[in-house]
């Protein structure tokens, strides 16, 4: 008998498959940045689809949120029309959502210097979204485009907002070491 990975077991013929739960991490717009994120807090895909329109966007968040199994949460960066179409949909097919700004995600993720302007915190969140997801062991062809960076760093935010994960991974510590354990206060070992 043929098992995949997860939490949650269900039979569908003779194939036994274990259900994962899992995260999608949406940069709002018609430009959208996904990024999908398993229960071990790492990052499975991300992807860029220009929609064009509203309508567009409207008729394919079903298909999206249909095709992923398991899908837990949903963590969405943006407002307006287009969130309450994936903020509809989502309650439709029972997924919890979270609707953050970039500030949520930037003051958790970045330095402050890092955040003066929109144009410098994008170019931080491409490396860094580039280390996430060589963290998650994942290949890379080419370096993210921004609404995927800005869609991979929502759902790190999301999955250690979730528990998913404890802390920054230490993959991604070089970059941002502010997150590792701090040192008590006048113990410099430890």
């Known amino acids: 008998m043929n098992e ?10 003779k194939k036994r498959i274990i259900a ?3 995260l999608l991490a949406v ?9 999908l994120y398993g229960e071990d807090g790492k990052l499975r895909w991300y992807r860029s689809k220009n929609f064009g329109t509203a309508a567009r966007l409207k008729r394919a968040v079903y298909g999206i949120l249909k095709e992923i199994p398991g899908l837990a949460m949903l963590v969405i960066e943006g407002g307006g ?7 509809h949909e989502a309650q439709k097919q029972g997924i919890a959502l979270r609707r ?17 302007t929109g144009a410098v915190a994008k ?4 490396e860094l979204a580039e280390s996430v997801i060589q963290w998650s062991g994942l290949r890379r062809p080419t370096a993210p485009r ?5 869609a991979i760093l929502v759902g790190l935010w999301g999955v250690l907002e979730a528990g998913w994960l404890d802390e920054l991974p230490k993959g991604l510590l070089p970059l941002h070491s502010r997150f590792q354990h701090r040192k008590p206060p006048g113990n410099p070992d430890g």
């Open 4 to 13: 995949e990975r997860g939490s949650r077991t269900e039979e569908r013929g």
């Open 20 to 22: 994962v739960s899992s």
């Open 27 to 35: 940069d709002l717009g018609l430009k959208t940045g996904l990024a």
């Open 81 to 87: 029309g287009i969130a309450e179409i994936w903020e």
């Open 100 to 116: 953050i700004t970039a500030e949520d995600w930037r003051e958790r993720l970045l330095y402050p210097r890092e955040q003066r």
């Open 123 to 126: 170019g931080i969140a491409t």
């Open 146 to 150: 921004h609404d995927a960076a800005e």
